[in-house]
């Protein structure tokens, strides 16, 4: 078999993998966070409405993190399986970040997921919310490590070479290499619209069967007036990360603009159709001047096109169609948060508006926008990044193991059909246990009934 | 004298795959266990490990990372070999993991579905431990005779992880079920029993280096030890188990940490044949090992985080102590 194949179907099982693991934790960075405030309302004012708000997601919370945990083992295997030759090059960096992530992260979130979970009348509830709020910050802090490692593959920094191999010459420079700060914000706040569309999507569907249930329509609420804050904000970060990688990592945005030859005054497209062959966009609609505008902040300013980059350049329709779809979708998001919060306003007797059908059923459409749109974005970056596995210092072709064609054909056959029975019993159960609603939760009764606090 | 980093690195790997053979085997086992018990036995089985496997699925995380971090070389080299086992044994956890969550949110066949998936989730996860416990000890050596090893040795890896899980539910249930997992306790027994005879007679066979190591007089005479620990701590067992049987009282924990023992034996008798190989009689720890600087800082961190993590991990398990209830999942 060829090599390009070989290597094409290693990228496309490593791809599918980590696509479907990415899934959950986007959604369990931030519904942690949720969750912590429901708990805390719950704790603030003992109302039964709001712990089963909190049990209800929890249960939410749980599915998603044991999809997380499992799908994130295979993970772990797979950099060994499919990629020993990053960890041959690069191990010394990668190494110890991940290490670090377990460590730090994965244990804390593991064990206090357990105490939050079952542990609600077992311990006072001043240790409930701690586990809780422990959970959270694990969530965030495996993140952390996560997109240190990821940044620094597309913008290494701070690595040195002593004995032969690649080392970390500092770490603080490896671990803040140049597209961390604003690939960390940017993805934190992709997990924040992606579990507040979940809440609010959720929350709709409960809606549109149960006009009256008034917890639905508090996470209802909550979820659109947190992804009406996060959204204009990720439009700014956005624009920050894109500057960043102009700078760091120019043959991706020439790509992701399908930019062929360096010029000035160069146009935004707003559709085309790459033609790689003649090296030119077909039906192309655009905006005179829009990419050097946006880019350079200067209508005239120059952008360095696919000509400049060759023959390093990453493949340029995925990136282009993928980044629209992400910025489209974004877009959408933005103005349904917006018009989500102006229609759940408060009404003159100072009760929560119930926003029309239509609406509700736009949100319930909405559910899962955010993980369409986090993996268009992931697909800008991690394709955008090819040829390279490690900007400049290692080929992904050169990492690539020597598993055989029938090996990756059967496994990949094992994960696509396993993966799309996960998915689907998922989407079936979050819907299933949203239709029913929070309900209502009796108190607790267990030994720590009365230390509320 | 330098730290012998390397060496340090080998200990920690093997206290975690040891801790996650112990941790997951018994929720694993009980997973395993799933089809002989009834409905609702089945409710306090799984509530029996609810709050703990997740953690305990992390330490495969850890051992697997810190083969990843502080032996890269054998990292490509161990996962390579065993490209299709690891992949069954994924599928296997995710499986069962996803049918953790999912079932106790389905009804009817639904349920019965997902009950099903769990046993299946756990049994091809172990079976395929087991798998690639035979392969790695035989130094994935092929042959018709060595994949029947293989499959030997995945069933007994079955059995132990049965065993495990069978003791755990000793301990943490009560009336029928406690009964009910003494008996499946013996059988799990009589599994081990193959499985480390078969391992004990085997890797001498395939490598001159072990048969060095454990016949060499008169250090045998010691190390002889090991294998008659290894069969106190089954004797006691199989007994402890038969006792609760007739009614006659004794400490719940027995069977648990006589089989905890049997797992550290065998687990130290392997890992005294093994040293200093990661790959017999190719690859050493040293030989295998990444670059120091990488090793001391992540060294650093674990020195740091450990004693929290352990900590931690035991507040949990004294949060969840005592016998188990039906609706605790609620």
């Known amino acids: 078999m060829e ?7 290693a990228r496309a099982q490593f791809g599918l993998n980590i696509a479907f693991h990415i899934l959950f934790p986007t959604l369990t960075i931030a519904l942690a966070w949720f969750l912590f405030y429901f708990r805390v309302r719950y704790a603030r004012s003992g109302e039964a409405g709001w712990l089963a708000t909190y049990k209800l997601w929890t249960k939410v919370f749980a599915i998603t993190f044991a999809m997380g945990v499992v799908t994130g083992i295979t993970m772990s295997f797979q950099f060994g399986t499919n990629w020993p030759g990053f960890m041959l090059k690069v191990g010394n960096i990668a190494g110890p970040l991940l290490a670090y992530e377990v460590l730090t992260a994965f244990f804390l979130e593991a064990t206090f997921l357990g105490v939050m979970l079952f542990g609600m009348n077992r311990v006072p509830a001043w240790m409930h919310i701690g586990a809780t709020l422990i959970v959270a910050l694990g969530t965030s802090v495996s993140a952390f490590w996560i997109l240190a490692l990821n940044s620094w593959m597309q913008t290494p920094a701070g690595h040195a070479v002593a004995d032969g191999q690649i080392i970390a010459g500092d770490w603080l420079q490896v671990i803040f290499n140049p597209s961390f700060p604003y690939r960390l914000t940017h993805m934190l706040l992709a997990s924040g619209l992606t579990a507040s569309f979940v809440v609010a999507g959720l929350s709709a569907w409960r809606l549109l069967r149960a006009p009256t249930d008034t917890s639905a329509l508090r996470t209802l609420r909550t979820g659109v007036l947190v992804a009406a804050v996060l959204a204009p904000a990720q439009v700014l970060v956005g624009d920050l990360h894109g500057l960043n990688t102009l700078e760091h990592q120019p043959a991706k945005i020439a790509a992701m603009e399908a930019i062929w030859e360096t010029g000035k005054g160069v146009p935004l497209l707003l559709f085309a159709v790459p033609n790689p062959e003649r090296r030119r966009n077909d039906f192309a609609i655009e905006i005179p001047r829009g990419a050097s505008l946006i880019l350079k902040h200067d209508p005239d300013g120059e952008l360095k096109g696919l000509d400049a980059f060759a023959p390093d350049t990453p493949p340029v329709a995925p990136l282009f169609f993928a980044f629209r779809a992400m910025v489209g979708l974004g877009t959408l998001m933005l103005a349904l948060a917006w018009a989500g919060t102006w229609a759940t306003r408060k009404g003159e007797r100072n009760e929560r508006r119930l926003p029309p059908r239509w609406m509700l059923w736009t949100f319930a459409g909405f559910t899962f926008s955010g993980w369409a ?21 290692l080929r992904t072709a050169d990492a690539v193991g020597p598993a055989s064609e029938a090996s990756l054909g059967a496994s ?27 309900g209502t939760v009796k108190p607790l009764d267990g030994p720590f009934a009365k230390a509320r606090t | 004298m330098a730290l012998d980093l390397p060496l340090i690195f080998a200990a920690l790997m093997g206290v975690s795959v040891l801790l996650y053979v112990v941790l997951d085997g018994y929720d694993l086992g009980v997973g395993m266990l799933m089809p002989a018990a009834d409905e609702r036995e089945q409710e306090l089985m799984v509530a029996s490990i609810g709050p703990f496997w997740d953690a305990n699925e992390t330490w495969l995380v850890l051992g697997v990372g810190l083969l990843l971090v502080a032996f890269p070389r054998a990292h ?17 956890l995710m499986l069962r993991g996803a049918a953790f969550e999912l079932r106790v949110k389905a009804e009817g066949w639904h349920r019965e579905l997902w009950n099903w998936l769990f046993w299946a989730g756990s049994f091809l996860a172990s079976f395929a431990q087991g798998l690639m416990l035979g392969r790695y000890i035989t130094g994935f050596e092929s042959g018709f005779g060595y994949y029947v090893f293989a499959l030997l040795v995945g069933a007994s890896l079955c059995g132990g992880y049965v065993l495990l899980g069978a003791a755990w539910l000793v301990l943490r249930a009560e009336g029928t079920l406690q009964k009910k997992a003494l008996t499946w306790a013996r059988w799990g027994l ?19 280096t072990v048969l060095g190591k454990w016949f060499d007089f008169p250090k045998t005479l010691a190390l002889m030890l090991l294998p008659l620990a290894t069969l106190a701590a089954w004797i006691s067992v199989w007994r402890s188990t038969g006792r609760r049987d007739n009614d006659e009282s004794g400490p719940e924990w027995t069977p648990f940490a006589g089989a905890v023992a049997i797992f550290v034996l065998a687990f130290a008798g392997l890992a005294y044949s093994l040293f200093p190989y990661l790959v017999m009689d190719r690859l050493t720890v040293w030989e295998a090992a990444a670059h120091p600087s990488a090793l001391i800082f992540v060294l650093g961190g674990a020195l740091v985080v450990m004693p929290f993590l352990l900590a931690y991990t035991v507040f949990a398990y004294r949060v969840f102590r005592g016998k188990v209830r039906a609706g605790l999942y609620e």
């Open chain 2, 76 to 92: 490509g080299l161990i996962l390579g070999a065993l490209y299709l086992p690891v992949v069954a044994m994924l599928v296997g």
């Open chain 1, 412 to 438: 990949l056959t094992a994960y696509v059909v396993t993966y799309a029975g996960m998915l689907i019993a998922y989407m079936v159960v979050l819907t299933h246990l949203s239709g029913k609603g929070a």
């Open chain 1, 3 to 9: 090599t390009t194949d070989l290597l094409l179907l």
């Open chain 1, 373 to 393: 749109a986090t993996l268009c974005g992931w697909m800008v970056t991690e394709i955008g990044r090819q040829p390279w596995l490690v900007t400049g210092v």
């Open chain 2, 190 to 208: 009589l599994w081990v029993a193959l499985g480390v005879v078969l391992v004990s007679l085997a890797t001498p066979l395939v490598s001159q």
